[in-house]
Structures are given as C-alpha cells and as structure tokens.
C-alpha cells in the first residue's frame, strides 16, 4: 500500500501535464490559422497573387508562403473560388445621420438614440467587409462615435476600427448649420458652429478633448444641406489658417469638405491632409494636390444613390451636378489620379437607413472615373491607411500588419461588385463572418 501511495501522485502529474499540453496545443491551433483562398490581393502588388496562404497568429499577420509551405501547428481555413484582401477602410462616413432627410433627423433623435443606431450600422458594415471607418463628423450633439469606439476597444462590443472628427465644424449659415427654420426657433444645429479664429480655435481643442482624432471642416457649402450654396466659400482666410494652425499644434490633421474650387485650392494651400468631394477641382487644383501630397476623397457614389430619389430636403442640390456636371468631375478624379494624387475610398451614405451591400458601389465609381480595378482596391485599403497614418497596422497583408482579412467570391477584378458581399470576414484575427 505504502509503494502504491508514492506512485499515484507521479501518475496524477503526468495527466494533469498530459491535459495542459493538450489545452495548449487546441491553444495553439486557434490562435495560428492559414487562411487559403484562390488568390491573394497584398493592397500593396499591381498583381494578383496565386498558390500562396496567408499566417495568422493572434491579431497579427506573420506572412504570406506557399500553399507547399505552411509550419505544422497551423489550422487551415480553406476558401475555394474567393480572394483574400485587406479589410475595407471607408475613409469618410457618418454612422449617425440615420435617415435620409438627415438634417431633420437630427432634430428628431437623441444623441443616445442615434448612438444605438450607429453601433448597429458599424456591425453591419463590419460583416460586409468594412473594418476600419473614418466618421467625417456626424449630426450628433455629444460624442456619440467616441463612446462607441471606447466600447468596441474596450471589447464590450464587436465593430470595425474607428477614427475621425465628434462633428463638422461649420460657420453660421453654412452647410453644418440649420438654415430652414424661422429665427424664432432656438435649435443646435447638426454640425458645431464657430464663427472667427477664436471660436474655430476653441472649437477645435473642444473637439480633441472629447476624442476626435481628425478635425472636420465645412470651407464651403453642402449639396445636401438646406440654404446653402456649395459654389460659396463659408470659411475665411484668417479662419481657415487658424483651424490648420490649432489642429497642427496638436498632432491632429484636418479634413477639408470642399466643393468650390477656390475653396479646395485655399485649404490645399495651407496644409489640410484630405480634400472631402472636391467637386469643382481643376487642373491648378491637381498640381496643388500633387505638390502638397494631399489625399483626395472624392465621394461620388453617395449623389447617384440618391439622385432623383425624392428623398432629400435639398434634392435639387443633390442632383444639378449628377444631372449636368457628373461626366466632368468623374474625367478630372481620374486626371487626379493619373497626375498622382492619392485617391481614397469615401462613401459619405450615412447610417441606418441604407442597406450596408451599397457602400462597396463607391469602388464601380472610382473605376468608371478612370482608375483601375486593382488601384481601385488600393484606394480602399492602403491608400486609405495611409492617409489615415495607419499604414503601419492596417491596409496590406504582410508580415506584422494587423490582421484585418476579408475573402469575396471569384476575382474582384473581374467583377468590383463582389466587394458588396464578402463571404469571410476577420479582424484583428477574429473571424467575425464565415461563409
């Protein structure tokens, strides 16, 4: 019995290690993956890449290696008939604006209301594909996306990567302003309103301190916002050098929604990163561009959606260009292009009420411009990393980027539709949609 009572417990340890090399090894196997599809877009290669996986472990992307050559202790997720790329980046959206008449929903809803809206409609671009966002500001009071991005980092829920500007900073009857209401009516606009340097200054630091990691500016008017005009400059000189100069000081760049052309001209001139729709650029706004590397974000798809729909407060706004001027601006996006602007993908639809399949369309826009289906892609993902000064952790797939991965059936570069419904979803190494 004595001889009997010494062994057990020898026994009981080489189980107990027995289990614990097992669990580690299940371990193991959930954290290496090496997904395997039918191709491979980097966002970095003018081609295609064939015959290869992709290494997962953890969040990040060890590599890409021979189909031949993947290391024992890798979980093998195969994806027959699709093409593995970087995960979708929207470079400029606005989670909240959950209705049509945008500016009228905004009056309608509470920021925490719109909040919940905004949660849900990050979900459901993060199964279509999109997994990283840039709000351009938003119709929203408080800090709504700043609290979501705080929950989602915080792991209470699932959603894409979020960055970006609380709200638009608009002068007073300019296009983040309400202009259809009686003087009579005490109202808060949509976008934050700050009339000469000093509001703009304050403004700005108000913005950062409640997280906004871009600043958003309105230089001219909108096309669909009600009693302005985007052929008109809202912002004056001093204003516009002092919303760069205060972002500047603090390490926060600054997107410009500029439709008149001197407007996008002014704000090149003193140093913003992205032009936001740029609709009336032309050949000195190119070389502008060009000379002081800023990022253009053109926003095309957002007027055809709703061009003639009858949807919007300010519909005729909306459709004169699509009706007149669309061929003009689709030729000089694509002079941009060629002359080596940095284009990138913005959507610009807004939140709830639209279906989440019609945010890729802004790809087919981009190639009807001019650009090709593999510049295209580029725009959406590297190039948009880029701009967003994350090109070190998203946009590509290479050794210690993170891994943002998104499979679509076929060969995008056949058919950009298929950007519309990916069937393969990870993020950050967590698969989030399986076909």
Known sequence: MKNISRKWPVRFEVFILRIFFLFAAIECLASSKALVGDAIIDGVSRELIFNSAILVKDDRIIGIVATDDIPLGYSVIRLERMTLMPGMINGHEHPLLHKHDYQNGHLQASSAYKALLGLATMQRWLQHGWTTIRVMGDGDIFYGNQAIRKAVEEGVFKGPRITGAAHYISTTGGGGDINFLSPEQIVIPDGLIADGPDEIRKAIRTEIKYGSDWIKIMVTGAFHSVGDDPKNIAFSDDELLAAVSEARRHNVPVAAHAHALEGINKA??????????GTYLNDESI???????????????????????????????????????????????????????????????????????????????LIEAGLSPMSAIKAGTSVAAEMLRWDDRIGSIKPGMLADIIAVQGNPLEDIATLEFPTFVMIGGKIVRTP
């Open 268 to 277: 090149v001139r003193v140093g913003v990163r992205s032009i936001e729709h």
């Open 287 to 365: 070389r502008l561009m060009v000379k002081h590397g800023t990022f253009y974000v053109p926003t095309i798809y957002v007027g055809d959606y709703y061009a003639n729909s009858g949807k919007l407060l300010a519909q005729g706004k909306n459709d004169d260009p699509y009706l007149s001027y669309r061929a003009e601006w689709l030729s000089n996006i694509g002079k941009a292009h060629d002359a080596g602007v940095k284009v990138v993908v913005g959507v610009d639809l807004g939140g709830y009420s639209i279906e989440p399949e019609a945010y890729a369309r802004e790809f087919a826009t």
